[in-house]
Every structure is written in C-alpha cells, then in structure tokens.
C-alpha cells in the first residue's frame, strides 16, 4: 500500500487519494486539516498532533458520502439504491449489470482508508515519541485510544468491500507503516485483516480506560458528531459497540454480547444515539453530497425498498420506510429505473451515522440468534420493529431461519442508506445468490460480492 503514498510525502499530511469518491473528477486532494507531514515526523507537538488527530476524524468522514462513497456504493450493491447519472453508465453497467472494473469503480474506497491508516500510523509514532511536557500519560493514552479506534474503522472499510478478495495472492495490507520508500507491505487475508482489527480495537479500549482512570480529558477537540462520547470513558462505549459489529461480523457472538455490555447499548434510550460522521460549508470544509433536494435526483432508492416492505395495523407502510423515502421523478437509465428517492441527508450539513444505538440493539438480536436464545432476540427486535417502524410484534420465532430473516428485514429499514449494511449482511450469511433478498433478474443481473483489489496495487506487486 505504501506505494499509493510516495509521491504525497513531502505534501500534506492526510493526503487523500479519492479513488473512490471521484470517478472522472479530480482523483487526488490533500487534507489541509492534518498539518505539515515533515513538522510531525521530526518534532511533534501538542497543537501538531492535536490539528493531525482532527484530520484523522476529517479523514475517515471523507469517502463516507457522495456517489462513490460507502452509503451510496454499497447501497448500489446491496440493491438499497440506484445512482442513474446518464453521465456516467458505470453506476449501472458495472455496479448493477457486471463485475467491478479494478481499474474504475472497483479501485474505490481503498487509497483513501490507507491514507488515514498511515496518517494515523504518524500519529502513533508521534505520540509515543513526544514528551510529557506536551502531553500527560493520560493523554497519550486517550490519544491512542481513539487513533486506534478510528484506525480499526479504516480498515473495517478495506475488508467489508474486499472480503474473500483479500484471501488471494494479493491480500489486503495491515502492516502499513510510514516508510514510503519500502515496497508494498506484505498481503495479508480476510481472516487477519478482521483478527488485525479487532487487535486495534482491544488495544485502544485499553488507553481508553487508562486514560479514564488518569481522569485525562482528550487533548483534541472532537466535532459535534461526537457530542455525548468526547471522553476517554465515554468514547470507550463507542470503541466496544464498533468491537460488537466485528465480532458478529466473525460470528464470534458471545464476544459481541460482551462488547455490547460495554457499549452505549440501551432500550430505553433514543435509537438515533451515537456518533456520526458531520459536514460543514465553511471554506475548505467538505458538504454531505448525498444532499440532492431535486425531485429528479441521481441517488433514488431501489424498488425492492418497497415491494419489501411490512405494513403497520393502520394499512400504511413501515414508519423508517416513510421516513427515509419520498416520491421523485421516474428516470429510466440503461434499463434501470425508480420513482423514489430518499428522504435522508436533508442539508448539506446532514451528519451520516458511524454508529448508534438502533444498530446495537439489532446487534445484539443478531449475537443470540447465532448463539440460539431466539426469546432474547424476539425482545430486541419487537423493540426496534415496534418502535421505529410501528409494526405490530412478532411472536415467538420457529426456529433459527425464522429468527434471521426477521433479523435481517429490521436491519433493512433501520440501518436503510446508512453504510451499505444489506450487502455485507447477505454476503456474511450466504444470501447475495437468494432473489428473495437481492434482486437480480434483468437489468440487475450481476451480482458483485465484493471490491477487487485495486489495478494499481496489483502492478505495484508483480
């Protein structure tokens, strides 16, 4: 990976390289939020690595929105959505109707989360380095805390879109370390990028209790999407329920119900809990640009949001089905049309979810199915359905199958538009073959399973 970073190493620091995010725009913007590379590497500071830890932050949220960005793309995928921009077929012919080119679309959300996995790598060398007239014990842990965790995040991005791709001869990085001048890090699989990922988890939670015990206080300011978890203690809850995702992810379900026990988990408390990725039109900030207020907008969503939808004892649809979707313009391209859109990203300013506290209740349903407490589940998932679709409950599940596939109607509608979470969900439990869950005949009759590794990097390792 170090590859994709040599020519940006005397340039800004959190150089992001927006494979993924700019089609046939400009493909390489630097972060003018991290600070100067050089200054950081040589005599990091308080301010230095403070200014660099927020450009992690801006980093992470970078390749989230717009119409290559993880919401978008992954909904394309997982049949959530359509982006029918006549300018550009790609979004159809190669997202819906064939496989991913690993020299276009199929190249996208790599260089970017690499970018931040290297700029956080500085950062972790900077902090152990910098003396503690800079920063306290405590806030060299609360630092690491969160750099990890963030991190983990990163590279959660690489292996959800790459999955089984990485267990070939090329394989995805891990050890990305700040040598620009050393040759591609080694290939690792599936299997060690998640182990890699939950390492970085641990790890952080660790500084984070250390930190919290210290009674140290973060020595960056966090935005507002983080408002609520902006101490080492509380952001430790956020650590555990992202710890939680991966672990159910790796049907490692009983480590997921002791994450979500540590977790901001709660079922009394508003489902829209938790942190979120935020925007700003202030110069040389980054809008949400999956705002598209038009009535004939690009983004629309899938048909399939509909005909899969539940009815709630009054006659109308899902109370999330109507929230999230409202009626646009038919447009028709390449074979491909919607007459809805969504009703989400409502500003340019829209926060998009990282994680929150719907999902971790769905979460947990998912842990005790897969451990085979099917009461346990039904609790959590009339909790959801009732609440924030206003359907009436479920009664007591037949069996295993049962349970899941009610599992994963509510976490279409809840998780709807929010990070791709309907094609990794079918793709972990063997369903993306299944018409039933993925629509697929016609002008949708490819199914992709996962991001190719990038063209570069493969001639970067021949």
């Not at 959530?80 to 979004?91: G, H, N």
């Not at 907008?297 to 109507?322: C, E, K, W």
């Not at 009610?406 to 299944?434: M, N, Q, T």
């Amino acid at each position: 990976m170090r590859h994709s970073m040599r020519r940006h190493a005397s340039q800004v620091m959190a150089v992001a390289l927006l494979l993924g995010l700019a089609a046939c725009k400009n493909l390489e913007t630097p972060n003018y939020n991290g600070g100067d590379l050089n200054a950081l590497q040589t005599s990091p500071d308080r301010a230095s690595l403070a200014a660099a830890v927020q450009g992690i932050e801006i980093g992470h949220r970078g390749y989230q929105d717009g119409e290559l960005g993880v919401v978008s793309a992954l909904g394309v995928l997982g049949r959530e959505s359509y982006v029918l921009d006549v300018a550009d077929p790609r979004f159809v012919n190669e997202l819906l109707q064939g496989p991913l080119n690993a020299g276009g679309f199929g190249a996208g959300l790599w260089a970017a989360p690499y970018a931040n996995i290297r700029l956080a790598n500085i950062v972790l060398d900077g902090v152990a380095s910098v003396g503690t007239d800079q920063l306290s014990a405590g806030e060299k842990a609360a630092t690491v805390g969160f750099v990890k965790t963030i991190q983990a995040l990163d590279f959660l991005v690489i292996v959800e879109t790459r999955d089984t791709n990485c267990d070939g001869s090329l394989g995805c990085p891990v050890d990305v370390g700040t040598d620009v001048n050393a040759g591609p890090a080694p290939a690792v699989n599936k299997a060690a990028v998640y182990a890699h990922i939950k390492t970085l988890l641990d790890d952080a939670n660790s500084q984070l209790q250390t930190a919290a015990g210290d009674g140290a206080d973060f020595p960056f300011t966090l935005t507002t999407g983080f408002d609520g978890f902006d101490t080492p203690a509380t952001f430790a809850t956020v650590n555990r329920a992202i710890k939680a995702r991966v672990d159910v992810y790796t049907d490692d379900f009983s480590g997921a119900l002791t994450a979500l026990s540590n977790s901001f988990v709660d079922s009394t408390a508003s489902f829209d809990l938790g942190v979120y990725d935020v925007y700003g039109t202030g110069s040389g900030d980054q809008t949400n640009g999956m705002y598209q207020p038009s009535d004939d907008p690009n983004i629309r969503a899938n048909p399939f949001d509909s005909t899969n939808v539940q009815y709630q004892t009054n006659g109308l649809p899902d109370a999330r089905y109507m929230a999230k979707i409202r009626e646009v313009k038919d447009r028709s391209f390449s074979g491909v049309g919607s007459h809805i859109g969504f009703n989400m990203y409502l500003s340019l300013t829209a926060p998009v979810p990282i994680i929150r506290n719907e999902e971790l209740l769905l979460l947990r349903a998912e842990a005790n199915i897969g451990l085979g407490n099917l009461s346990a589940a039904l609790e959590d998932i009339n909790e959801v359905r009732t609440r924030s679709g206003k359907l009436p409950a479920l009664g007591p599940f037949a069996n295993h199958d049962a349970a899941l596939d009610a599992l994963l109607y509510e976490k279409h509608y809840s998780l709807l538009f929010e990070g791709g979470h309907r094609w990794i969900d079918l793709r972990h439990y063997g369903l993306l073959d299944d018409p039933t869950y993925l629509p697929q005949s016609g002008s949708e009759s490819y199914v992709n399973k996962a991001y190719p590794i990038p063209l570069d990097e493969q001639n970067a390792r021949q």
